[in-house]
C-alpha cells in the first residue's frame, strides 16, 4: 500500500493539490473517476485514472444515507482518508454546499489538507443541499455569500497549491446562462482554482453555450451524467479541462452486486456464479497480502539471525 501524502505518483515532491492542478491546468482532457472507499479508488488507478472523484452522492450512498448533508462533514472526511491512504493519485472532494457558513467550510478545507486530499469542490447552493438530480427546486446560495466561502477556504487551506474549486448550480436550479455567467465570474475573482459548470440536460447544448460565451481563465469542469452521449471530442473542442465520471463505480457495483445475489438466491448456490466473479485471490493481490507475509518472512529471518 502507499500513501499519497508520502509518495506522489509522479515521483516527485509535489503535493497532492500540485499534482491536481497540473492535471486541471494540462493541455490535454483529463479524467477523474469516482471513487466512493479504498477499493474502489485502487480499481480506478489500476485501469488508468490519474485523479479521483469523491463524490457527496456515492459516499452518502454507501453509508446508506441520502445526499442531503446527512453524512456530516467530519464522517465525510473518515470515508476518504482509507482512499488517501491506499492509493497515490490525486482525490478532489465533494463539499456539498460547504456545510454551512465560512467558518465551517474554513476548517474543513483544513482538515481536508491535512488529510492529503488534493481539493475540494463547493457549489453554490442553499444549505442543506439536494442532489443536482433530484426532483425538486434548487435554492441557490446568496452570491456574496458563497464568494465569502471560497475566500475564506483559500484562506485556511495548508497547502499552497490545493485546489478550491467552485461549482455553480444555476444551470441546474433554472436560474439561466446569464446568472451561471455571472457567478462563474465571481467566484474567478474571489479565488477559485477551477470553475465546475454542472447541467443536467440530456444534451450539451447548455454547457456549450457557457462555454461559448465565458471568458474566464482557470479551468473548466463539468460531469457529463446525463448528456453520457456527448462524445469527449465535442468537450476538447469546448476548451473544457477535466471530465468527472461522477458516480460510474457506485452505479456499476450496485449493478453487478444486484444480478450477483439474486442469482444466488434463486439458484440456492454459487456453483454458477463462480466463473463470472473476481477470486479470493483476486482480493488478496489487491490489498498486498503477499508483501504482508514476506515482511513475515523478513522479520523471521532477522530476529532467529540476532537471536
Not at 459516499?59 to 462533514?73: H, I, K, Q, T, V
Not at 456527448?230 to 471530465?243: K, N
Not at 454458477?272 to 514476506?294: M, N, P, R
Request: proline share 3%.
Amino acid at each position: 500500500m502507499t500513501d499519497a501524502r508520502k509518495t506522489p505518483s509522479n515521483g516527485t515532491d509535489l503535493t497532492a493539490g500540485a499534482q491536481l492542478k497540473q492535471l486541471l491546468q494540462g493541455d490535454d482532457l483529463s479524467f477523474l473517476m469516482e471513487a466512493h472507499n479504498a477499493l474502489a479508488a485502487k480499481l480506478a488507478v489500476d485501469a488508468g485514472f490519474e485523479a479521483l472523484w469523491a463524490s457527496s452522492l456515492t459516499l452518502s450512498a454507501s453509508m446508506g444515507m441520502r445526499d442531503a448533508n446527512e453524512l456530516a462533514w467530519p464522517d465525510v472526511l473518515k470515508l476518504v482518508d482509507p482512499i488517501t491512504d491506499f492509493v497515490d493519485r490525486p482525490v478532489l472532494l465533494d463539499a456539498d454546499s460547504g456545510y454551512g457558513d465560512f467558518n465551517i467550510f474554513g476548517r474543513f478545507v483544513t482538515k481536508a489538507c491535512a488529510a492529503g486530499v488534493a481539493g475540494v469542490c463547493i457549489e453554490d447552493k442553499a444549505f442543506p443541499k439536494r442532489n443536482s438530480f433530484a426532483n425538486t427546486h434548487h435554492q441557490l446560495a446568496d452570491i456574496e455569500d458563497f464568494t465569502g466561502m471560497i475566500m475564506a477556504a483559500k484562506d485556511q487551506q495548508t497547502d499552497p497549491d490545493f485546489c478550491v474549486v467552485a461549482r455553480t448550480e444555476a444551470l441546474v436550479a433554472g436560474a439561466g446562462l446569464s446568472e451561471a455567467l455571472e457567478r462563474a465570474a465571481r467566484y474567478e475573482a474571489a479565488g477559485a482554482d477551477a470553475l465546475f459548470v454542472h447541467s443536467k440536460q440530456k444534451t450539451a447544448f447548455e454547457i456549450e453555450a457557457f462555454c461559448k460565451s465565458w471568458n474566464g481563465s482557470i479551468p473548466l469542469i463539468i460531469a457529463p451524467t446525463t448528456y453520457s452521449n456527448t462524445s469527449t471530442d465535442v468537450f476538447e473542442r469546448l476548451g473544457i479541462s477535466a471530465v468527472i465520471w461522477a458516480n460510474h463505480g457506485l452505479r456499476a457495483a450496485m449493478k453487478a452486486m444486484t444480478q450477483a445475489y439474486q442469482e444466488i438466491f434463486d439458484a440456492r448456490s454459487v456453483a454458477e456464479l463462480e466463473q463470472k466473479i473476481s477470486t479470493v485471490d483476486d482480493i488478496l493481490a489487491l490489498t498486498d497480502t503477499e508483501g504482508l507475509l514476506a515482511r513475515e518472512r523478513q522479520l523471521a529471518t532477522s530476529s532467529r539471525r540476532s537471536g
